[in-house]
């Protein structure tokens, strides 16, 4: 789905600093995506109302709630976003896109029934609290889950301006609507939220119904079982609970979490730091996100076009080796990009805090994740690539292992008391994208072989 890469190649070859910083600034909200763009519009609600006066209760409420539906609408949708992407993705490839309206209403249709059941039994067995409160939960848990289906298409339309304009309205409104009804207290702020996400989903539905008419109201083609890769399925899965897992156990450890509002717990010794240090991905995946969808698609393109084309070894040898260039070139960027913005932050830890308004004890826990989300930052880099060249068996093995790694070193740490809390998570992404980082070398060193070899026989 290479729609944002022929804008961005555009934008580039303009070789002026008004193209180039539309290009990075696309790159950086389509690259972080609405869940730390929410982490964004979180902290600056939150900031100003806490200079407001507003009872920090309820802001602590308001911010755990926001969270429980992040997580929770990523971890139900996660087995579809995936899947769905493939669907979309071949065809386009087959030159049907006709068909992807009528699907895109069909997974909506899935994914609203899913949400609305399973958030409604929750609230009526472990929520007693405001109608309006529920209303607004629920509201904005299918909302979220919508948004995480839309969002599929968001690297496909070529309309970048429009899909930018849609997010800074989107947000712009849930942190207006926020302040605007916080009068209203816990149920006021989670209202404004609402409403900007509920718009959000609305501006990118109108972009993409624009971008991909169709013949049909409903299909649900992409559930036919040939459309069905329990890979995938279980590759976005295991990578969305590994997230989550670390943040889930200390929510429920007796020791470090705390209940906020109604079920929902939390734990603020872990939480804080690791949120703020998430919004230091956004640099790097900005140039991540450049590189990937200008030069390494162009190669990986290239070298799969030698190949249909009957291009002989030499030339199928030669572009495989520019494609693995591209591919240490994005890394090295990346990690150059992400690594002086880490570096700035540490140096900057107790400031840093002092501005969010964070105790300076959280400044050790700050540095550990700030350190730890540069090996996640590689993670999603090295699994973006194994799915450029449809490894799906060795993204879920490496997603398998970060669930995993994850849950049990978190464990660990959390048993060994304060001074390792933290470990378990660096550990986890530092274990899983040294991994995957040495599985794609192997992959990338293998290509020719793997793409010629392991092709199912058609006598």
Known sequence: MAGIGFELRRLLHKNSISGRSQAYAFAAIIGSGPWVLSIVAIFAISLINIRQNVPSKFIDQFQVSITYLMALSLILTSPLQLMFTRFVADRLFERRPRLILANL??????????????????????FDGSLLYRQCMLTGFVTLCGIWVLVIFASAIKAYQQILLAFLMGYGITVGASLGLRDFGLAG?????????????????VLVVRQYPGDLMVSFDFLRRDQIYPSLIFTGLFYNAGVWADKLLFWTDSFTGVNVVGPLRASPIYDLPIFLSYLSLIPGMAVFLLRIETDFSEKCEKFYQTITR??????VMAAKKDLAEAVRLGMLAMLKVQGATTFILLMMGDELLMWFG???????????????????LLLLAVLNVLFYLDQRQAALGLCLLFFVSNMLFSWLSLHLGPDFFGYGFAFAVLLTGSFGLVSLLRKLDQL??????LQPVIF
């Open 105 to 126: 209403f069909g997974a909506l249709m899935v994914t609203f029934l899913s949400a609305g059941l399973l958030g409604t039994i929750a609230l009526a067995l472990w």
């Open 189 to 205: 702020l989670l209202l404004g939220f609402v409403v900007g996400q509920v718009c959000l989903f609305f501006a990118l539905l």
């Open 310 to 315: 009957g291009g002989t070894l030499a030339q």
């Open 358 to 376: 964070i105790a300076p004890t959280y400044r050790a826990l700050l540095s550990i994740d700030l350190v730890a989300v540069v090996m996640q």
């Open 448 to 453: 020719e072989y793997e793409t010629f070899m």
